[in-house]
Every structure is written in structure tokens, then in C-alpha cells.
């Protein structure tokens, strides 16, 4: 089992920056990889940015130069750096572990609401 928890989300103006955090417990051994994910109103999730065991990192074109995906060295806490934030950022923001290989299973936070206003 994996708990996930986010924070750091809240309401900022257009170009400001934020930092979420997702704090993680339980066997985090089982993910090949952490993300974060959003879904704005009316949309579908999607992926924003990942890195797997072996650190390989991916972004989404739509956020690439602007965020970026971190954890600390124990590797329980995954961080999201966003900077730059535009209007169409606002999402609610998901932590995911992915254990599909181990366990067959996606773990996911609760979500952090970030708005961005113009």
C-alpha cells in the first residue's frame, strides 16, 4: 500500500510561481515511476511530468522550460516546480506512483487545486 498526499496548491496570479509537494508513505519500493497529473473542468487527466526509478524524466511539451519535477534524496516527498504559471495551468494537480509492474496498481493523492488568474 501507498499513501500520497499533496500540497502547496493555492491561487496565484499569471507569471508567479508555486512548489506542491507530495508526501509519500508506505512501499514506494513497488513505483517505476512518480508523476504528477492534472485535469482541469471538463477535460480529461493528463500527464504533466514524470521520473522513474532510473531518474529519467519526461515533461509535457505545454509545461516543459517551466516546471519541474524533483524529490528529495529519500525519495519521499516528489516536488513540483512551477513557474511561469499561466491561466491554462489551472488544474487540480494529482501525485501518482506507478505500480502497475509490481502490484498492478496506480496509486494516486487527493489532489491540490491550483488556479492561475490572469
Known amino acids: 500500500q501507498v499513501q500520497l498526499a499533496e500540497s502547496g496548491g493555492g491561487l496565484v496570479q499569471a507569471g508567479d510561481s508555486l512548489r506542491l509537494a507530495c508526501a509519500t508513505s508506505?512501499?514506494?519500493?513497488?513505483?517505476?515511476?512518480m508523476g504528477w497529473y492534472r485535469q482541469a473542468p471538463g477535460t480529461e487527466r493528463e500527464l504533466v511530468a514524470r521520473?522513474?526509478?532510473?531518474?529519467?524524466?519526461y515533461y509535457a511539451d505545454s509545461v516543459r522550460g517551466r516546471f519541474t519535477i524533483s524529490r528529495d534524496n529519500t525519495r519521499n516527498t516528489l516536488f513540483l516546480q512551477m513557474n511561469s504559471l499561466k491561466p491554462e495551468d489551472t488544474a487540480v494537480y494529482y501525485c501518482?506512483?506507478?505500480?502497475?509492474?509490481?502490484?498492478?496498481?496506480?496509486?494516486w493523492g487527493q489532489g491540490t487545486q491550483v488556479t492561475v488568474s490572469s
Open positions: 501518482n506512483a506507478d505500480c502497475l509492474s509490481l502490484e498492478g496498481i496506480d496509486y
Open positions: 508506505g512501499d514506494t519500493l513497488c513505483a517505476s515511476a
Open positions: 521520473i522513474t526509478d532510473r531518474d529519467s524524466i
